[in-house]
C-alpha cells in the first residue's frame, strides 16, 4: 500500500468581512488571516476582527498579520481577538515574534540574497516560515509571484508559499514546490480586501485536485 502524503494546507488572508471568513471555511481552508496593519487595503480594526472570528465554525485556525507593529499594540489585539497564531511580516527579529503565548510564522520576501535555510536558523523557534514576493512598497498581498525554483525542498521546517497565487497557477505551484502549505489574497478577491466566493471554491478544487493525484501516485 502507498504512503498518503499529507495535503497542502491552505490559508486564505486579508478577510475583512464575516462572509468572506464563512465562504474561506466553507471552501475548505484551514486558516484565514486577519490583518492589522493600517496600511494595507485589507486592514481591519479589532471590531471588525471580532465579528468575523464570530461567524467562523470550529477547526479554522485564525491568523493575526502584523508588520514592524509595536507590542502594546499586538497585545492590545490579543486582549480583545482570540488568535490562533501570530504572523510578523516585517523586519522583526526573532526576539520580537516572542513571548505572546501563540507559535508564530515569520514571513521572508524573496529579494535577491534570501538564504532561507539560514534565516530558518535565525528564526528557530518559528512555527513555519512563509516566502513571498519582494517588493519595494508593499508587505505582501502585492500579486506577485516570485521564481518558484528559488523555493527550497528543506528547511528544517514547514514552509508556506505565497505571493501571486491563483485558482489558475496554484496547480503549478504546488506541483513545482510542494509547500506545506499555501497563502493566497489577492488571487481570490474581486476587489481589493473583498472576497470572491466562486475564486475560492475554484482556487480549494484545485488544490485538492492536485493533492489527490499526488496520493494517486
Not at 481591519?44 to 479554522?60: D, G, K, M, R
Not at 497557477?169 to 472576497?195: C, L, M
Request: hydrophobic share 40%.
Amino acid at each position: 500500500m502507498k504512503a498518503m502524503r499529507a495535503r497542502t494546507r491552505v490559508k486564505i488572508c486579508g478577510i475583512t468581512r464575516p462572509e468572506d471568513g464563512i465562504a474561506a471555511a466553507q471552501g475548505g481552508a484551514d486558516a484565514i488571516g486577519l490583518v492589522f496593519y493600517p496600511a494595507s487595503p485589507r486592514a481591519v480594526t479589532i471590531p471588525q476582527a471580532q465579528a468575523i472570528v464570530e461567524q467562523l465554525p470550529p477547526f479554522v485556525t485564525v491568523i493575526g498579520l502584523f508588520v514592524n507593529a509595536k507590542r502594546s499594540t499586538i497585545q492590545e489585539v490579543l486582549a480583545q481577538v482570540p488568535l490562533d497564531l501570530l504572523q510578523f511580516h516585517g523586519d522583526e527579529p526573532p526576539e520580537a515574534c516572542r513571548g505572546y503565548g501563540r507559535p508564530y510564522i515569520k514571513a521572508l520576501t524573496m529579494g535577491e540574497g534570501t538564504d532561507v535555510p539560514q534565516q530558518a536558523e535565525i528564526y528557530s523557534d518559528a512555527a513555519a516560515l512563509l516566502l513571498d514576493a519582494w517588493h519595494k512598497d508593499l508587505r505582501g498581498g502585492s500579486g506577485e509571484c516570485f521564481d518558484w525554483e528559488r523555493f527550497p525542498r528543506e528547511a528544517g521546517k514547514p514552509l508556506i508559499l505565497a505571493g501571486g497565487l491563483t485558482p489558475d497557477n496554484v496547480v503549478q505551484a504546488i506541483e513545482s514546490t510542494r509547500p506545506y502549505a499555501v497563502d493566497v489574497s489577492s488571487g481570490v478577491e474581486r476587489e481589493k480586501g473583498i472576497k470572491d466566493p466562486v475564486r475560492i471554491a475554484e482556487f480549494m478544487r484545485n488544490v485538492m485536485a492536485v493533492c489527490c493525484a499526488r496520493i494517486g501516485q
